[in-house]
């Protein structure tokens, strides 16, 4: 992990020891009452989901100081524990609630609930719990496997509704009622992750959208299944996109204008152009192949962490897998380093999978760079990705910076490789093309 994403997971840890620092007086209260563990339990929990609530929404919201720090693939990933961590902490704090008030009003725990969801905001928080609980559900692997991506996506957006309606309880909270300055806090975070939102995910794509007057100019056939898009616009210098990096791209045409996927610059910007390559993987990047000049295009970007910035030695290995090659292709042009210091190593199903073959060979006949294409079945031991092969491949691999995209599968065995080979951490930088 960089050393920018590990200060920032310090951040958010020290804002949920402060959080529980915040409940402190709740929880003292609580222990020295002789009664069982659940009203410290339900103080805690409850003060850590609400300000875990918030650290999602500003995790989600696309701000590109995270998303270059951190990486998108890694955000993702971030999100998803996380996600799962604050539903568990809700759940405890309801659960903890509704037990400790039947144990303060020595009541059953049904009358209890039911007192407790006449108390003001618990409706509204009730029906929150229900919707995280929702998606939740429809983010389990089988389920989500069974739907468009698309349509995944506008069930989870019932999130912001649901971290909405259980503001007013969180507020109302014992540990945060009559406290002014918890108060305050609280709503600043909030509003600060919602501005962050709205910012990064509404007003920015239209910001570019009016600013830069995107429009594809060409597209060229790469293989079977793969096409690259040159797309035009103006003043695109402002955006600053580097190399290894990628855009959320929305083509308005009638099949293709309601999502906006993610793809690399297979290409460094040149002027006023972008060049993105496309694979076809499902009905949205299908419908990509057959995209014609002249259509208007919407961005959101550029994102992505995985730049020459990250160097930390003279010498590089980049790798590719599949379709990964693309912001590979764009680094393998333009990464600093020495003739003999930079070496691809690509890995493709078949020769007719390949992409970008003369455009590579090319590159490294220019710079003194050398390209392994690695083509074949996995089973094959040339193209193993292990530990013996890589430095078969690049003898001073423990020397170099290896940055890599790949499939997740592929991924997986370069990074355990890479970790055999004895190449520090600090100078793998990765890609992963899933969310
Ligand atoms: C950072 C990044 C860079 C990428 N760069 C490239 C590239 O240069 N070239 C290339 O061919 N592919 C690239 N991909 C993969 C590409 O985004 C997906 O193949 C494409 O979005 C699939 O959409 P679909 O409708 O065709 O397929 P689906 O069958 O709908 O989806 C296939 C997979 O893509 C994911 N996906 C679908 N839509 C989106 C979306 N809007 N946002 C995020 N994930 C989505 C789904 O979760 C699923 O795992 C990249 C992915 C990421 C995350």
Not at 93 to 109: E, F, L, P
Not at 408 to 432: D, K, M, N, T
Request: aromatic share 8%; glycine share 8%; proline share 5%.
């Amino acid at each position: 992990m960089s050393d920018r994403a590990t200060r920032i997971l310090l951040v958010i840890g020290a804002g949920a020891a402060a959080t529980v620092a915040l409940a402190a007086p709740g929880t003292l209260a609580a222990l020295a009452a002789p009664s069982s563990l659940a009203p410290v339990i339900a103080h805690n929990a409850g003060m850590l989901a609400g300000y875990g609530a918030a650290v999602m929404l500003v995790m989600m919201s696309r701000w590109p100081l995270l998303e270059n720090a951190v990486g998108a693939d890694r955000l993702a990933r971030w999100h998803a524990t996380g996600g799962r961590t604050f539903l568990v902490l809700a759940l405890m704090h309801a659960i903890a609630a509704v037990q400790g008030w039947a144990q303060v009003r020595r009541i059953a725990v049904l009358p209890a609930l039911a007192e407790v969801l006449g108390m003001p905001g618990l409706i509204a928080a009730t029906v929150a719990t229900a919707l995280f609980l929702f998606v939740a559900a429809m983010s389990i692997r089988a389920a989500r496997r069974r739907m468009s991506y698309e349509r995944w996506h506008l069930t989870h957006l019932s999130v912001y509704a649901a971290v909405g309606l259980s503001f007013g309880h969180e507020l109302a909270g014992p540990d945060v009622a009559g406290n002014r300055a918890a108060q305050i806090t609280l709503s600043l975070l909030y509003v600060y992750a919602y501005v962050l939102v709205l910012r990064y995910r509404v007003i920015s794509p239209v910001w570019q959208a009016f600013r830069h007057r995107m429009r594809v100019v060409r597209v060229s056939r790469e293989a079977d299944g793969v096409v690259s898009i040159v797309v035009r616009g103006r003043r695109l210098g402002e955006l600053s996109p580097r190399p290894g990096q990628f855009f959320r791209w929305r083509f308005l045409t009638a099949r293709t204008w309601q999502s906006a996927h993610p793809f690399s610059l297979s290409a460094p910007p040149i002027g006023e152009f972008l060049r993105l390559t496309v694979k076809e993987l499902g009905p949205g990047s299908a419908c990509l192949q057959r995209i014609r000049p002249g259509v208007r295009v919407v961005t959101e970007g550029p994102y992505g962490a995985m730049t020459a910035e990250r160097r930390t030695r003279p010498g590089v290995v980049l790798i590719a897998g599949g379709i990964g090659i693309t912001p590979m292709r764009a680094l393998f042009e333009t990464i600093g380093a020495a003739p003999g210091r930079l070496t691809l190593i690509y890995r493709a199903t078949s020769v007719r999978d390949i992409v970008f073959r003369a455009e590579l060979d090319e590159i490294a006949r220019r710079r003194g760079a050398r390209v392994h294409y690695l083509v074949g079945p996995s089973s094959a031991s040339a193209n193993r990705m292990d530990a013996a092969n890589l430095t078969r491949l690049v003898s001073d691999l423990r020397d170099r910076d290896v940055y890599l995209c790949a499939s997740p599968r592929l991924a997986e065995a370069v990074r355990e490789a890479v970790r055999e080979a004895g190449v520090p951490r600090a100078q793998f930088h990765e890609e992963v093309f899933a969310f």
